[in-house]
């Protein structure tokens, strides 16, 4: 069975750090990238950052590059997204995906049933 979970949200103060995590199991990374998405409030999901670990490409949606860091454990079937410079634009629920992660063309997108649940993340300013 495919797995995602996603942890390490929480509370933090604008211009603090977090790191999510986002273990797996069910499927290789040879075959998909993990994404992370986030859904504020209100708004639509959008799409924040993914990495593929084949070749260890990665993509970052405009507003989060040079804060955001995602980063992938093979060993440990986990893929992590460092944040950084946190504003409170950034909170949101987050969630990790399984899918396509195409850097060259600033896309990425979710496979169905490869999603794991949200984590809350909320910067207090």
């Known amino acids: 069975d495919v797995q995602l979970q996603a942890s390490g949200g929480g509370l933090v103060q604008a211009g603090g750090s977090l790191r999510l995590s986002c273990a797996f199991s069910g499927f290789s990374l040879d075959d998909y990238g993990i994404g992370w998405f986030r859904q504020a409030p209100g708004k639509e999901r959008e799409g924040v950052a993914c990495?593929?670990?084949?070749?260890?490409?990665?993509y970052y949606v405009d507003s989060v590059k040079g804060r955001f860091t995602v980063s992938v454990d093979n060993a440990k079937n986990t893929v992590y997204l460092q944040m950084n410079s946190l504003n409170a634009e950034d909170t949101a629920v987050y969630y990790c995906?399984?899918?396509?992660?195409?850097?060259?063309?600033?896309?990425?997108?979710?496979?169905?049933?490869?999603w794991g649940q949200g984590t809350q993340v909320t910067v207090s300013s």
């Open positions: 990495i593929n670990a084949s070749d260890g490409s990665t």
């Open positions: 995906a399984a899918g396509l992660c195409v850097p060259v063309a600033s896309a990425m997108a979710a496979k169905d049933d490869y």
